[in-house]
C-alpha cells in the first residue's frame, strides 16, 4: 500500500520559517514528479513546487519563488519543502503528491500536471 504522509506544519508567526516533510511507504519515487500543493478555506487547490526525482530539477510557483524550496533525498522517498518569510496568506493546508507509480519523463514535470497519489496534509498557519 502506497502511502505519502506530510509533517511539519504548524503556526507561526509572520516572518517565520517551517519545513514541511513529504514521506513515501510502499514504493521509492525514482524519475517521477513529486509535487506540494496547498489550499486555503474558500480557494481553489494550487500547486506551489515541484521536484523531479531523478535530477532533483525544481519548479516553484512565482507567489513562493525567493522564499520557498523545493528538495528531495537520494532515497526516492522523502521530499522537503522549506518556507521561509512566511506570510499571513501562505495559511493554507498543504499536501505533497507523485504523479505516478511509473517512472515519468523530466519534461512532464509540471505545476499543472495531473497527480495520481495524495498525502492527507499538513495545516500551516501565519499569523501577523
Known amino acids: 500500500h502506497v502511502q505519502l504522509v506530510e509533517s511539519g506544519g504548524g503556526s507561526v508567526q509572520a516572518g517565520g520559517s517551517l519545513r514541511l516533510t513529504c514521506e513515501a511507504s510502499?514504493?521509492?519515487?525514482?524519475?517521477?514528479?513529486l509535487g506540494w500543493f496547498r489550499q486555503a478555506p474558500g480557494k481553489e487547490r494550487e500547486g506551489i513546487a515541484a521536484?523531479?526525482?531523478?535530477?532533483?530539477?525544481?519548479l516553484l510557483h512565482g507567489a513562493v519563488k525567493g522564499r520557498f524550496a523545493v528538495s528531495r533525498d537520494n532515497t526516492g522517498r522523502t521530499m522537503y519543502l522549506q518556507m521561509n518569510n512566511l506570510k499571513p496568506e501562505d495559511t493554507a493546508m498543504y499536501y505533497c503528491?507523485?504523479?505516478?507509480?511509473?517512472?515519468?519523463?523530466?519534461?512532464?514535470?509540471?505545476?499543472?500536471?495531473?497527480?495520481?497519489?495524495w498525502g492527507q496534509g499538513t495545516q500551516v498557519t501565519v499569523a501577523s
Open positions: 521536484v523531479y526525482t531523478g535530477s532533483a530539477t525544481t
Open positions: 510502499g514504493h521509492t519515487f525514482n524519475n517521477n514528479c
Open positions: 503528491a507523485a504523479d505516478s507509480l511509473s517512472p515519468t519523463s523530466e519534461i512532464s514535470c509540471t505545476l499543472s500536471k495531473s497527480f495520481a497519489i
